[in-house]
Nanobody, 123 residues
């Protein structure tokens, strides 16, 4: 069993930056591929970024490529999402997710989820 807790959300002006953190508990958490998803009001949950467990392979949604960076520190069992050049359309609840296998971009592929953290970007 893996538990995920996100932090770092908040209110920021357009063009600003935020760094989200996802702390994972459980002795096998470092062996999980991790992902970030987001959900805006009235919209479906959408993929943002994912990172593999070992070699750090990453993959991003086109809408955030070049602005967001996913990384992980396995010694701390923590995954990060550095978000730069934020836009109002990035406003959403951001969720951290983990899965036992390799990276994936669909939310149904993930086994564990955090409670979410709100990110609001003002124009």
């Amino acid at each position: 069993q893996v538990q995920l807790v996100e932090s770092g959300g908040g209110l920021v002006q357009a063009g600003g930056s935020l760094r989200l953190s996802c702390a994972a508990s459980g002795r096998t958490a470092s062996s999980y591929a991790m992902g970030w998803f987001r959900q805006a009001p009235g919209k479906e949950r959408e993929f943002v970024a994912t990172i593999s467990s070992n070699n750090g392979n990453t993959y991003y949604a086109e809408s955030v490529k070049g602005r967001f960076t996913i990384s992980r520190d396995n010694a701390k069992n923590t995954v990060y999402l550095q978000m730069n050049s934020l836009k109002p359309e990035d406003t959403a609840v951001y969720y951290c997710a983990g899965r036992r296998a390799g990276i994936a971009t669909t939310f149904r592929a993930y086994d564990y989820w955090g409670q979410g953290t709100q990110v609001t970007v003002s124009s």
